[in-house]
Every structure is written in C-alpha cells, then in structure tokens.
C-alpha cells in the first residue's frame, strides 16, 4: 500500500507541473514561443531546489521517468509515414543520411576536443541531427547515461532549437531561396520536431509540408542510430554485451501500423497525443531527478558542443539544399 502510495503521490506532482507547463506555454505563445516540455523541465528543476525530493514522491517521479519515456516513444511512432517518407525520393534520403551521421560525427570530435563524457556529446549529437528532446531520452537507456547527462543535452538542444525557429523563420522573409528547399532545410536541420515544423510554416504551406515528412525521415533514423550506439557503448564495457532496445522496435511497429493506414485517424490523433504527454512527463521527472553538482561541473560543455554544432550544421545544411535541390 505504501508503494501504491508513493506511486500515485509522485505522479499527480509530474501531472501538476505538466498542466501548469501547457498552460505557461499558451500565456508565453503569442510573444515567445517556448515548449511546455522546456517549460517543465525548468519547474521540475526549480521544484528540486527549492523542496528537494521526499521519499513519498521517489516511486511515481521515478516510475515516470523510466516507464513513461518508453511508451512515449513507442507511441511517437504512430506520427510516423513511411509512405511519405519514400516518396522524398533516393537523394533527399541520402542527404539526410548523410547529415545525421555528419552531426553526428561533428559532436563526437568537438566532445573529444573538449574532453567531454562521450555519452553527453552522443547525447547532444543525436538531439541535433535526430528529433532534439525526444531523440535524447529514447537514446539514453540505450547508451546507459546518466540523468544529468540528458537533461543537459536536452537543455542545450531545446535551446537552440528555439533559437533556430527565430533565425530560420527570418531566413523564410528575406531569402530568395525556393520554398521546396527552404522546407528542405527546415526538416533537415532543425533539432526538434516542433522547431523544424514551426519554422517550415513560416513560409507557407508547400514548405510546411515538406519541411515536416523530411523531419519525420530524420526521426525514423533514430532506428539505426540507436543500434549502433548501444553497440559501441557497450563494446566499451568488459562483459557487457549490446542488447537491442525493444522499445525501439514497438516504435517501427507503430510506425508500421500508422503507415499502413488501418487505424482510425481519431486513434493516431490520440495515441500522438499521449506520446507528447508521457514525454514531457519523463522529462519533468529528468528535471526533478537532477543533479545540480553535475551540471555545474559539465554544463558548459555541453553548452559548447551545442552551440558549435549549431554554428555549423546551420550554414553548411543550407549551402547543401541550395547545391542538391
């Protein structure tokens, strides 16, 4: 009964800070355009701070956070078309392919340069080059880091993703490049979802449209991408061996099932919707668990290898659409 207990008082905390991070969000919404997922990572942060963490709320906060996230992002799978996807065609799939491993690379050579954990700058490269906030805490259990590593990447890739939509959509005003391929480099290189579709729109609907089935192809690369790296990271260890995430494949399951268009556009709508409010939830979690020492010592790293990596990847996507498409 006292597990129960416990269960249910962490996660009504979680819910409390969800609701007031949607609704800060829809107060914020016609000034600055900041994520309830941002926004509650920030609550859970400063509620960790100014109350710390009782035992009565350990059970439901931690249960949020390792349950929750793996059904957020299996569920995140029914916003997936693989129809649309194959339809952009065999070069705009290897541009994006390329990009991918590219960041990817990117951040684990400005990780090493600065003497970073390698699995915070994996961490920061998967959230730059994959889906941002939601591509970090599906990568997390896959390369065992810790807590504090996923809220920092998650900070700095939430950070410049919001960052990105202000640029970009500046861009959209006084660029004369096409709408196709400014749609292109939205989806291509933006970090979350929401920041790549927000910023696409900016420039109609034709770019809006492209902007967010290029996006979903970088999100369906979350596959292989955390294959590999469970692997490498594992091969690190003495004795322990890779196993694959099977959160990972329910993920292509449900991608599978969305693509196949079987089910009632109502369920996908709602399953989508749940996949967004079990995500914030586990990261709300992240930001209570967090520890605050750590991030003192290893946050401007992260910060650094984040913000090379958006000074970079930025440009050199852009200079890449204009030549490709």
């Known amino acids: 009964?006292?597990?129960?207990?416990?269960?249910?008082?962490g996660l009504f905390l979680v819910i409390v800070i969800a609701?007031?991070?949607?609704?800060?969000?829809g107060v914020l919404a016609p000034y600055i355009r900041i994520e309830a997922l941002t926004i509650g990572i920030l609550m859970g942060m400063a509620y960790r701070l100014a109350f710390g963490l009782g035992e009565t709320f350990v059970g439901g906060v931690s249960f949020s956070l390792k349950k929750l996230l793996k059904a957020g992002i299996v569920l995140l799978g029914f916003?997936?078309?693989?129809?649309?996807?194959?339809?952009?065609?065999?070069?705009?799939?290897?541009?994006?392919?390329?990009?991918?491993?590219?960041?990817?690379a990117l951040s684990v050579m400005i990780g090493k340069a600065l003497g970073a954990d390698s699995r915070?700058?994996?961490?920061?490269?998967?959230?730059?080059?994959?889906?941002?906030?939601?591509?970090?805490?599906?990568m997390g259990p896959c390369i065992d880091a810790k807590e504090d590593d996923c809220i920092l990447a998650v900070s700095v890739v939430s950070f410049w993703g919001a960052v990105g939509v202000i640029v970009y959509s500046a861009v959209a005003a006084v660029s004369g490049i096409t709408d196709v391929q400014y749609g292109i480099w939205s989806g291509l290189s933006l970090h979350g979802v929401?920041?790549?579709?927000?910023?696409?729109?900016?420039?109609?609907?034709?770019?809006?449209?492209?902007?967010?089935v290029v996006k979903m192809a970088r999100v369906l690369m979350l596959v292989p991408l955390s294959i590999i790296l469970s692997a490498v990271f594992a091969g690190k260890e003495e004795g322990n061996r890779a196993k694959f995430p099977m959160y990972v494949g329910y993920f292509i399951i449900a991608g599978v099932l969305s693509s196949l268009g079987i089910m009632p556009e109502v369920a996908v709508g709602f399953l989508s919707s749940v996949s967004s409010w079990f995500i914030m939830m586990a990261m709300i979690s992240m930001g209570i668990m967090v520890d605050f020492k750590q991030i003192k010592s290893r946050g401007m790293k992260s910060i650094a290898i984040g913000t090379v990596l958006f000074v970079i990847t930025g440009p050199l996507s852009y200079a890449l659409v204009l030549k490709m498409f």
């Open 1 to 9: 009964m006292k597990k129960i207990n416990e269960l249910a008082a």
């Open 194 to 212: 929401a920041h790549a579709i927000a910023a696409a729109f900016a420039r109609g609907d034709d770019a809006g449209n492209i902007g967010t």
């Open 19 to 25: 609701y007031v991070s949607k609704g800060i969000e």
């Open 120 to 138: 915070l700058s994996a961490l920061v490269g998967v959230g730059s080059c994959i889906c941002g906030a939601s591509a970090v805490v599906a």
């Open 79 to 104: 916003k997936l078309s693989f129809g649309s996807i194959i339809e952009l065609g065999p070069r705009l799939l290897l541009t994006v392919i390329i990009f991918v491993a590219l960041v990817m």
